[in-house]
């Protein structure tokens, strides 16, 4: 496996003071790492039983496309609030300082379809928690969640399995 964390950038005081940012723009330029972190997640996918990813705004949107359409799976955005055009299902959740609300398209998908999310970074979890329970909330199944990056010592993906999700991480 190629250490894909040699392409990852740390920006510090981003976007506050004390704020350690890992920037995957470095990885997603950089040809052979952008195909080894997407190859990475087909390997991992490939046989699993899935109907659709769902990737989060914006950074999962890059990922997960991607990754779809090496999977021939379909798409489907988990937008910002405002985003999307149809009748929405929307979510709001905590973050470590104040909260967002994202949403889907209520015809997202059939009742019972199976997805798999996917983002860039799990820091708290708080996102992809709001990102699981919206989809439950429409009637989907979350079969995996997948990130690039997990920053374990906030424990979001501690808190995703003791919701009993999956979580898989490319890195760390
Ligand atoms: P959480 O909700 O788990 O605390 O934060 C994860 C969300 O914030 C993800 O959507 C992720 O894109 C973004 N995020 C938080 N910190 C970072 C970071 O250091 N690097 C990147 N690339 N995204 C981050």
């Known amino acids: 496996m ?3 964390t040699k392409l990852i950038r740390t ?22 790492g952008f195909q080894t972190t997407i190859n ?3 390997e991992k996918y490939k046989n699993t039983d899935i109907d659709y990813i ?7 949107f890059i990922l997960g496309a991607a990754l779809a359409y090496a999977l ?5 955005p988990v937008r910002k ?18 909260s967002d609300t994202i949403e ?5 998908f059939a009742s019972g379809s199976k997805i798999l999310l996917i983002d860039d970074l799990i820091a708290t979890g708080g996102t992809a928690i709001g990102a699981i ?3 439950e909330k429409a009637g989907g199944t979350i079969v995996e969640t997948a990130f690039v990056v997990d920053l374990p010592e906030l424990g979001g993906a501690k808190k995703i399995q003791n919701l009993g999700h999956k979580v898989f991480c490319l890195c760390s």
Do not use: C, W
């Open 2 to 4: 190629s250490d894909i």
């Open 11 to 32: 920006i510090p005081n981003y976007p506050k003071d004390g704020i350690m940012f890992r920037d995957i723009t470095t990885l997603l330029k950089d040809p052979k």
């Open 40 to 42: 990475m997640l087909v």
């Open 54 to 60: 769902a990737g989060i705004e914006a950074r999962g």
């Open 72 to 76: 021939n799976k379909g798409f489907i």
């Open 81 to 98: 609030k405002g985003k999307l055009p149809g009748k929405t299902i929307t979510q709001s959740y905590d973050l470590e300082y104040g």
């Open 104 to 108: 889907i398209h209520e015809d997202s």
């Open 133 to 135: 329970t919206l989809i």
